[in-house]
């Protein structure tokens, strides 16, 4: 055990225990710190075709989504084009009349597929 303290000087065994303690520090933090960039590079190169345009769009009447098709062909499918977004009304069953989701509520997959079906 190391007994004395920097300021008081530590004699040549306390010094010999406590470099084998410096040393794995030092290489722990490099190996975690090469497993954060790495994380970070991974992370940077799956984002480089995600572009946000802006925070809002602005509007307070809201946005009807429908959707994307192109004759028979569907390019978009309803539940893609709401997940992520926030209601502005609630989404009522138009055969219970049950609210499915709440205003103000961020969609989710589970929302997004209860909207699909109803």
């Known amino acids: 055990p190391i007994i004395s303290n920097f300021k008081e000087g530590l004699n040549v065994l306390e010094y010999f225990n406590s470099t084998h303690g410096a040393r794995k520090g030092l ?3 490099a190996l975690k710190t090469a497993n954060a ?3 970070t590079r991974k992370l940077i190169d799956v ?3 995600v572009k946000v345009v802006s925070d809002d769009c602005g509007t307070h009447e ?3 989504i429908t ?3 192109v004759g028979s062909e569907l390019i978009e499918p309803l539940e893609e084009r ?3 977004r926030v209601l502005l009304e609630d989404v009522i069953d138009p055969i219970t009349n049950e609210i499915l989701l709440y205003a103000d509520t961020l969609i989710d997959e589970e929302g997004a597929k209860k909207v699909v079906e109803a």
């Open 27 to 29: 290489a722990d933090t």
């Open 37 to 39: 960039g790495y994380l």
């Open 47 to 49: 984002s480089q075709n």
């Open 62 to 64: 809201g946005i009807e």
């Open 67 to 69: 959707d994307i098709a």
């Open 82 to 84: 709401i997940f992520g």
